[in-house]
């Protein structure tokens, strides 16, 4: 099994930033791509960014510029960086990771428990 543990979600002000990070342990062989997707009530779930393995990165339109996905396979960690935040940008944020074990043949998708962000204007 694998688990995802995300940390760095809080309360804000407009403009300030905050920095996401998700660790992920287990039954480790390697890890594909990782992303960050955000969820607010009534909506569906939401790419902000994710990262490749060659670390070629793609972006949510609103939120480029301001944000940056880096990934580090070694440490099997993804981190957000979000700078400029806005109070469109309050969400659930969530790590994803896709990821194969040690011992399977085909990769999974896995998904952490969630982390708040508030920003106030």
């Known amino acids: 099994q694998v688990q995802l543990v995300e940390s760095g979600g809080g309360l804000v002000q407009a403009g300030e930033s905050l920095r996401l990070t998700c660790a992920a342990s287990g039954r480790i062989f390697r890890i594909n791509d990782m992303g960050w997707y955000r969820q607010v009530p009534g909506k569906q779930r939401e790419l902000v960014a994710n990262i490749a393995t060659d670390g070629s990165t793609n972006y949510e339109d609103s939120v480029k510029g301001r944000f940056i996905i880096s990934g580090d396979n070694a440490k099997n960690t993804v981190i957000l960086q979000m700078n400029s935040l806005k109070p469109e940008d309050a969400a659930v944020y969530y790590c994803?990771?896709?990821?194969?074990?040690?011992?399977?043949?085909?990769?999974?998708?896995?998904w952490g428990q969630g982390t708040r962000v508030t920003v106030s204007s």
């Open positions: 994803n990771m896709n990821v194969y074990q040690i011992g399977w043949p085909h990769p999974s998708n896995y």
